[in-house]
C-alpha cells in the first residue's frame, strides 16, 4: 500500500490504450480485492526458500497473482503524468525479462511489514510511485502507478498490508509468499 496516499498496488488484465500497450498497473483504495495480491519472487533464475526474510537490497519480483504477470517499468511515458510507465508484463508462467527486476530499499537489514520500503528500478534507476492522477474508463477511479526519477519523490514509499506472511520456522519448502502493497 502505497504510505502517502493509501492505495494499494493494483493490476488486471486490462491494457493500456497508449505507451506500450501492456497490462496496466494502477492504485486503488479497495481492500482484499483479488487483483491487488503480488507474490514476492526473487530475481531470474534464483529461488526463495519459504518463510526466510527478504533482505533489503535484495533484487526481487513482483508476479501478479491473478494474470501471473510481473511488476515492470521501462521506458515509455506513462498515460497521465508523463513520468515512466509502470506495466504488469509477461508469459502465463510469470516469466518476463530483465525489466521486472525491483532492488528492495528499506533501513533494516530484512523488509519488516510494517516498515516502509522503497522499489527501485533496476534498469532504469526509478521508483516506484503513485502521483496521485486518477483514470477514467475503463479503470475509473484508479490512480495512476509510475516511475520517479529520484528517492526524494513524493510518493515513493510503500508498505505491507493485507497478506499472507510466512514465519520462517513454519515450513521447509520453497517461499512464495502472497502480499498487498
Excluded at 500497450?21 to 533464475?45: C, F, H, M, P
Excluded at 537490497?57 to 513520468?83: C, F, M, Q, Y
Aim: overall charge negative.
Amino acid at each position: 500500500m502505497n504510505v502517502d496516499h493509501k492505495v494499494r498496488l493494483h493490476s488486471h488484465d486490462i491494457k493500456y490504450g497508449s505507451g506500450s500497450g501492456q497490462q496496466s498497473v494502477t492504485g486503488i483504495t479497495a481492500k482484499e480485492d483479488g487483483n491487488s495480491y503480488w507474490l514476492v519472487k526473487a530475481e531470474a533464475r534464483k529461488q526463495c526458500t519459504r518463510g526466510v526474510p527478504i533482505k533489503c537490497g535484495d533484487i526481487i519480483r513482483l508476479e501478479h497473482i491473478a494474470t501471473k504477470k510481473n511488476l515492470h517499468s521501462h521506458r515509455v511515458i506513462s498515460p497521465l503524468s508523463g513520468k515512466q510507465e509502470v506495466s504488469a508484463y509477461g508469459d502465463n508462467k510469470g516469466e518476463g525479462d530483465n525489466g521486472d527486476n525491483w532492488l528492495l530499499v528499506c533501513q533494516s537489514e530484512f523488509w519488516n511489514r510494517d516498515e516502509p520500503i522503497m522499489l527501485k528500478h533496476v534498469d532504469t534507476d526509478t521508483y516506484l510511485a503513485v502521483t496521485g492522477r486518477v483514470y477514467g474508463n475503463p479503470i475509473s477511479g484508479q490512480t495512476e502507478v509510475v516511475g520517479e526519477y529520484s528517492p526524494s519523490s513524493p510518493h515513493v514509499e510503500w508498505v505491507t498490508a493485507e497478506g499472507v506472511f510466512i514465519h520462517p520456522n513454519d515450513f521447509k519448502a520453497q517461499h512464495h509468499a502472497h502480499t498487498e502493497l
